[in-house]
């Protein structure tokens, strides 16, 4: 294990933790079994649930090596708790908890919850560690889906045309307060803390999991004392149905670019707009200055090329698309066009109505054009559309209500896209959009939030993590001028957008760029030391610099290197407002 726990603890954490070791030291096999776990199961924790105490099982996991971008490469120990509960007045409800429990001389005094991803409400074996590595229980749920591995999507139809609305409001919301209330209860009965002991509760998790998090501290206060999270997929309705937004602009302009086309297109934005933030190091860390200085014709006519392929990963990575690719694909060799730089450009420009008003905001300048991706039709030697099945599978199963994979954009346009984001905002607002911009009682109840964004995320546009943090802003902080209000709110939610980053990963095609590794270890410095994050801590995570530090500036602040190589977050206005959009097609607020 590389941390090192005397950082992250203050001088009373640490008194208080050899206390607790020498009155009532346990070893994993001590609070490893059936009749311990039974006997710290919370009763009436929360109405209307009933744990079932036969369920639980119990096993000792010892030197398991695990890696991640979200934690430090560890070799952890644990008891690996799993247990069911249901609903009480809903037949067949089975709902499965996973908890993870260290042994006394490695607790402190920490509960950490860990979500999901797409449809997915926890990442299986792969998130729950940090927990652990943080000297904490980590807990995660199946939410009632079925089994751990069962996303939210397998359950959400009864019928056609029928909703599971339990489903979706447990995987909106209400699985995750239930885990946290059941897995606090059950760490603090298995360690003997009483009533006034602290047991700090925090959140970490990416994309749905990032949505997840957030849908936590916009309810429950008092519940966290904080979230660390990546690229939330939240304002579900305009999130999900911009994945369409790509092949709509194919099909409006008629014209369905080769991959390399595109990948051609995203490298010459790279190579042109890496060196505005004053380092050229293949790493564009100020998409602002590319969205403002880079014209994206000066492509045009240049020719590109790549291999063909029998198959498999074309050359995009297509890791968060369920469905397609894979086929296979002939040599690609030609020169850039002004219909593939018209494609980019539109889809850069983002969603807009038939008279002409903005809907929604799309990805950086320099990210990957992942949705756009289109498919090799080997009869008629053409490439075809490739109907985006993240953004398919909402239409089908969230506004059709009747599947899970949308076969035709058939009749569909820039008006159906923008219909379906508003009146998913309405239809989802209470379960999935987790938008809700006033966070007064957390922020009064002391929490925290670290949210971080890759800059060339091709799968959630960075401008949502912005957008977000300026509703906050706005709502919480009304009366203050812009810069006031800003640094009231860094006082204790801060976003920091990720050098190059693609989504909730590093960027294989910016290898330089920094990932926030230790997000959680940072978050735990400043809710428990008071240790600021004025930058966030981040790792190069490939390539020749691997393993070396950055720092990430905290949003509204932008990165900017001098001559002499070193990076300061400076203020620039006209930076700020390419991330700002005024969505005046849509007839109500848009947080
Ligand atoms: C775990 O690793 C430690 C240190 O290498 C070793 O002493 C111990 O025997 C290992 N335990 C098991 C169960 O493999
Ligand atoms: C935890 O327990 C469950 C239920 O027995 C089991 O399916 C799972 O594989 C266990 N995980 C680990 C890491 O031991
Ligand atoms: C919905 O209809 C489709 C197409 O007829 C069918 O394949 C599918 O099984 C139905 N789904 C449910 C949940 O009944
Ligand atoms: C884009 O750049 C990557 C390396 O960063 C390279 O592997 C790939 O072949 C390039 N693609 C094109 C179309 O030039
Ligand atoms: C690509 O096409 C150009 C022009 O036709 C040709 O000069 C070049 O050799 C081709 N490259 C490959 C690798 O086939
Ligand atoms: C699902 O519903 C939509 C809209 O009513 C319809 O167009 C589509 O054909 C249906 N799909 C299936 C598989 O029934
Ligand atoms: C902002 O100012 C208005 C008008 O003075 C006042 O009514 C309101 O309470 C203030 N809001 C906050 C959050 O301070
Ligand atoms: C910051 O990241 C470096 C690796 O780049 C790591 O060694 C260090 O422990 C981290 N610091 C904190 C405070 O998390
Ligand atoms: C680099 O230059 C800046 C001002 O341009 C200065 O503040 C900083 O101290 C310099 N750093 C080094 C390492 O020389
Ligand atoms: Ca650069």
């Known amino acids: 294990m590389r941390l090192n726990w005397g950082r992250l603890l203050s001088t009373a954490a640490i008194t208080s ?44 996991v010892t030197n398991s090596s695990v890696t991640s971008n979200f934690f430090p490469d560890s070799i952890i120990n644990f008891c690996n708790v799993t247990f069911a509960y249901s609903h009480d007045g809903i037949t067949n409800d089975r709902v499965l908890l996973e908890i993870w429990l260290p042994a006394t001389a490695q607790f402190q005094n920490r509960w950490v919850s860990t979500g999901g991803g797409g449809y997915a409400i926890n990442s299986g074996d792969s998130s729950i560690p940090v927990g652990i590595i943080y000297g904490g229980a980590s807990g995660m749920t199946d939410g009632g889906f079925g089994s751990f591995s069962n996303s939210a999507d397998t359950a959400m139809l ?47 998790g990416c994309s749905e999991g990032g949505r997840e998090g957030w849908s936590q501290v916009q309810r429950y206060a008092g519940e966290w004392d904080g979230i660390a999270v990546g690229a939330p997929a939240f304002r579900w309705s305009f999130q999900q149905t911009q994945h369409l937004f790509s ?109 002409g008003r903005r ?87 002391g929490g925290k939030v670290i949210h971080f964004h890759g800059e060339a995320d091709p799968s959630i546009p ?51 760029g920094p990932w926030p590794q230790t997000s959680l270890g ?13 930058t966030l801590n981040a790792t190069i995570q490939q390539g020749e610099h691997i393993g070396d530090n950055q720092q990430l500036c905290a949003y509204p602040l932008r990165p900017l290197w001098k001559s002499n190589g070193t990076m300061s977050c400076v203020y620039d206005e006209a930076s700020i407002a390419t991330w700002n959009y005024d969505l005046n097609a849509v007839p109500a607020p848009v947080y």
Request: net charge negative; hydrophobic share 35%; proline share 5%.
């Open 247 to 355: 092949n709509i602009v194919e099909k409006t302009l008629d014209y369905y670019p080769p991959p390399c086309e595109l990948e051609k297109i995203v490298n010459e934005t790279i190579a042109a707009c890496d060196p505005l933030d004053g380092k050229t190091d293949g790493v564009v860390s100020r998409s602002d200055l590319c969205a403002l200085h880079f014209d994206i014709e000066s492509v045009i006519g240049k020719s590109y090329y790549c291999a063909a392929s029998s198959g498999g990963p074309g050359p995009f990575k297509k890791s968060k698309r369920q469905f397609g690719g894979g086929g296979s694909t002939p040599t690609q060799n030609g020169t850039v066009s002004r219909k593939g730089v018209e494609v980019a450009k539109t889809i850069i420009n983002g969603l807009h109505d038939s008279e």
């Open 17 to 60: 933790v050899v206390i607790a070791a020498t009155t009532s030291s346990k070893t994993l096999s001590d609070i490893c079994s059936k009749s311990v776990v039974q006997a710290a199961l919370p009763s009436d924790i929360i109405q209307g649930i009933t744990i079932d105490s036969s369920s639980v099982t119990t096993n000792i």
């Open 462 to 512: 960075t401008a949502s993590s912005i957008r977000y943090w300026e509703s906050v802003r706005q709502i919480m902080y009304p009366n203050m001028t812009y810069l006031d209000g800003a640094n009231a709110l860094k006082e204790w939610y801060r976003v920091y957008t990720v050098p190059g980053a693609a989504h909730c990963a590093p960027n294989p095609l910016m290898p330089n």
């Open 158 to 204: 009864l019928a056609n045309g029928t909703l599971n609305y339990e489903t979706l409001y447990m995987f909106g919301y209400k699985a995750h307060w239930e885990l946290s209330k059941i897995g606090k209860a059950l760490t603090k009965n298995v360690f003997g803390l009483s009533g006034s002991d602290k047991l700090y509760s925090y959140y970490q």
């Open 522 to 534: 940072n978050l735990i410095d400043w809710v428990e030391k008071g240790v600021t994050p004025v």
């Open 359 to 445: 809907v929604y905001f799309s990805y950086q300048p320099g990210a990957d054009f992942d949705d756009a991706q289109t498919q090799y039709n080997s009869n008629t030697n053409t490439w075809e559309l490739d109907i985006d099945q993240l953004g398919g599978e909402h239409i089908a199963l969230l506004v059709y209500k009747n599947g899970t994979t949308l076969d035709s954009l058939d009749g569909v346009t820039y008006d159906t896209l923008t219909e379906w984001m508003v009146s998913g905002m309405l239809e989802y607002d209470s379960t999935l959009q987790t938008t809700w911009p006033d966070l007064t009682p957390f922020q009064k109840a």
